[in-house]
């Protein structure tokens, strides 16, 4: 053994007298001492930590199971009255007081009612035209035809039974639309795209409704586009593809309630704006 404390001696005599030898051993056993003492020690804290750990473990589980509760009651409110649903859990901080804390929740909660999600999007107040703004800002169409923008835009609600209503969320997307997409050169404006919108979504119900007897064919689609873009034709290859797009695949509208919501859209009567 060698004691670290002492100089080197290197070069010098390794013989120790008795007295020597007996000290270096004395200070073995009095480190190794001290190591037992101080490990037992660290391990005590660390039991005692640990323990009340567990004891405080009980308190955030009950919290945590309050907070939960809390959060469905306030889903379940939206679910039937949305507006209020939103107060209860701003008031109770499960939910953030800023437009686009809620437009975000609209967006990634799955349990919340798309009927109602919808309807409330559509409101006309300013606090739903807010939040409803700040829900299409967060999707980005870049590089999407309108067919599978349309397709992304609908998955997270059902598109509202007014007309009204289906006005203001269809206007706000082609808003949107073309902001994401500022170089395409087929839609001359906003307006074009909102009326192309609005006609796709028209032909969805036209075609797959089993309420329609009468299905559009694909010359009346192309004649019912006529005009919408700046008074001129789009191409009529292109409205072909559109027709043919939405006849094979159905644009689905998200649901979770089947219940009607106020005045119905008439999509066979003048919906061009």
């Known amino acids: 053994y060698m004691n670290p404390n002492l100089q080197t001696t290197l070069g010098e005599s390794t013989h120790k007298t008795p007295a020597e030898d007996t000290t ?3 200070s073995i056993k009095h480190s190794g001492s001290s190591l037992s003492l101080n490990s037992a020690s660290s391990i005590n804290n660390n039991n005692s930590s640990g323990n009340k750990e567990v004891l405080d473990l009980p308190e955030e589980l009950e919290e ?3 907070r939960k509760e809390l959060m469905e009651t306030g889903i379940e409110m939206f679910n039937k009255k949305p507006k209020k649903g939103i107060q209860f859990l701003q008031e109770r901080n499960l939910l953030g ?3 686009n804390d809620v437009a975000k929740w609209l967006i990634e909660d799955e349990r919340l009612d798309k009927t109602q999600v919808g309807d409330f999007l559509g409101d006309n107040d300013e606090q739903s035209k ?3 703004c ?3 800002d967060a999707k980005n169409f870049f590089d999407m035809d309108i067919v599978a923008a349309l397709r992304f835009f609908l998955e ?4 509202p039974g007014e007309a009204q209503k289906i006005d203001r969320l269809m206007e706000k997307f082609a808003s949107r639309y073309c902001e994401c997409n500022p170089n395409n050169t087929l839609f ?3 307006d074009t795209v909102y009326v192309l919108a609005f006609s796709v979504i028209m032909l969805t119900t036209d075609l797959h409704s089993p309420q329609v007897k009468n299905k559009m064919s ?3 689609y192309i004649k019912l586009n006529r005009g919408i873009s700046d008074s001129k034709d789009l191409p009529e290859e292109y409205l072909s593809q559109i027709y043919d797009e939405i006849s094979d695949h159905e644009i689905k509208m998200k649901s979770s309630s089947s219940r009607p919501s106020g005045k119905q859209v008439n999509f066979r009567g003048d919906w061009v704006k």
């Open 24 to 26: 270096d051993q004395s």
């Open 64 to 66: 945590r199971k309050q």
């Open 97 to 99: 007081t800023k437009i």
């Open 130 to 132: 807010a939040i409803m």
């Open 134 to 136: 700040a829900y299409i």
């Open 156 to 159: 997270g609600f059902r598109l």
């Open 188 to 190: 001359t404006s906003a």
């Open 218 to 220: 694909k010359e009346q």
